[in-house]
C-alpha cells in the first residue's frame, strides 16, 4: 500500500468517525451520570432531519446546526422527564424515541417536500466546508509529513475539528473540574450527592442536555457536512455503534476516540474492499460490505473488550430518601 492510499483511507475513517464520536461522547456525558441512552440514534436521525430543514430555509448552515441542536435536546428532554422525572425505564424511552424519529422524519419530509422523506438537496452556504490550517500549505513539499498535513490533517470539514476538540474538553470536564466530579458521582452513588445538598435531578438534566447539544451537531454533520441534505434514516445504525464505542472505551473519553476511530476504519475498509476480487472469495457482494462494519463491531466487543464495567447507578431511577 502507498502512501496516497493509506491518506485516502486514513481520510475516509476520520470523516466516517465524526459522527460516532459526537454521538459517543454524547453518551458519555448521558451515561456517566447514571442515565443510559438508547436513543442516540433518534437523535441523531431528528437533529439531520431539522438541520437540513433549517439550512433550507434560512440558506444558513450555522442556523441549520441550531435547529438540529434545539431537535436533539428537546428529545433528551422528552428521554429525561421520562427517565428522571418520572423515574420510567430508560432503555425503553429510549427505544421509544428511536421509532418516533425515524417514523416523524420520513412524515415530516414526504408532507412537506414530497420527495419520499427527503429534504432538497443543499449547497453553498447552506453546508459546513472544509477548512484548510493556516500554514499547511507551506510545508506541502516535505517527504512524507506534507501529504500528511496537507491532505489529511489540513482540509478536514468544520465539524470534524470540533468534534476531536470535544475529546480534551470532555476529558477536562470530566476530571479536572467540580462539574465532573459531580456528575461521575451521581452516576456511581447518586444519594450520596443528595446528602451533599446537591439536585441529584437537576444533574443529571444537564447530563442530557449536554448529550442532546452533541448528538445536535452529530446529526447535522450527517446532513450538512457528509452529505448535501437529509435522506430517510441516513444515520443508519450509527447511535447504535457509538454506544458499542462507548462500551469498547469503557467510558473514557480518550480510548473512546480510539474506538470510533476503529470503527471508522473497519467501515472505510469496507467500502474499499465492495467488487473486489479476493482470492478464494470472489468479487465481495454489497450486501457483505453493508454488514461488515456492524458484523466486527459484535466480534470486537464480544472478543476484545473484556470485562466493561458501567456507572453503578446506570439505568437506575433515583427516589429521595425521607
Not at 470534524?160 to 476538540?165: E, G, K, M, N, T
Amino acid at each position: 500500500m502507498d502512501l496516497g492510499m493509506a491518506i485516502n483511507i486514513a481520510d475516509s475513517a476520520i470523516r466516517l468517525s465524526t459522527p460516532l464520536l459526537f454521538a459517543a461522547l454524547a453518551g458519555l456525558y448521558s451515561e456517566r451520570a447514571g442515565i443510559f441512552d438508547i436513543g442516540l440514534e433518534g437523535k441523531m436521525l431528528i437533529s439531520a432531519f431539522f438541520s437540513a430543514v433549517g439550512a433550507s430555509l434560512t440558506g444558513s448552515a450555522v442556523l441549520g446546526l441550531g435547529c438540529g441542536i434545539l431537535a436533539a435536546v428537546f428529545f433528551s428532554l422528552v428521554h429525561g422527564l421520562a427517565s428522571i422525572t418520572y423515574r420510567g425505564n430508560q432503555i425503553v424511552s429510549g427505544v421509544a424515541l428511536n421509532f418516533v424519529a425515524a417514523g416523524l422524519t420520513v412524515l415530516l419530509g414526504q408532507n412537506w417536500y414530497g420527495q419520499g422523506g427527503r429534504t432538497p438537496s443543499l449547497s453553498g452556504s447552506e453546508r459546513f466546508g472544509d477548512w484548510d490550517l493556516p500554514g499547511a500549505e507551506a510545508v506541502g513539499g516535505i517527504p512524507v509529513l506534507g501529504p500528511i498535513l496537507t491532505d489529511l490533517v489540513s482540509g478536514q470539514n468544520v465539524l470534524v475539528y470540533v468534534a476531536f476538540l470535544m475529546v480534551p474538553v470532555t476529558w477536562f470536564v470530566l476530571f479536572r473540574t467540580r462539574f465532573g466530579l459531580r456528575m461521575r458521582a451521581v452516576g456511581e452513588n447518586p444519594a450520596a450527592v443528595d446528602t451533599a445538598g446537591i439536585s441529584v435531578a437537576w444533574l443529571r438534566y444537564r447530563a442530557v442536555i449536554i448529550c442532546g447539544v452533541l448528538t445536535g451537531f452529530a446529526g447535522t454533520y450527517l446532513a450538512l457536512a457528509q452529505s448535501a441534505g437529509f435522506n430517510r434514516d441516513m444515520s443508519a445504525g450509527k447511535g447504535y455503534i457509538a454506544l458499542a464505542a462507548l462500551i469498547f472505551a469503557k467510558w473514557r473519553p480518550v480510548p473512546l476516540m480510539g474506538a470510533c476511530l476503529l470503527f471508522g476504519f473497519l467501515d472505510a475498509v469496507s467500502i474499499r474492499i465492495q467488487g473486489v476480487q479476493l482470492p478464494f472469495v470472489g468479487t465481495v457482494s454489497v450486501q457483505f460490505v453493508q454488514a461488515l462494519p456492524y458484523i466486527l463491531t459484535v466480534v470486537l466487543l464480544a472478543g476484545f473488550v473484556g470485562k466493561a464495567v458501567p456507572p453503578k447507578a446506570g439505568g437506575v431511577p433515583y427516589v429521595k430518601e425521607r
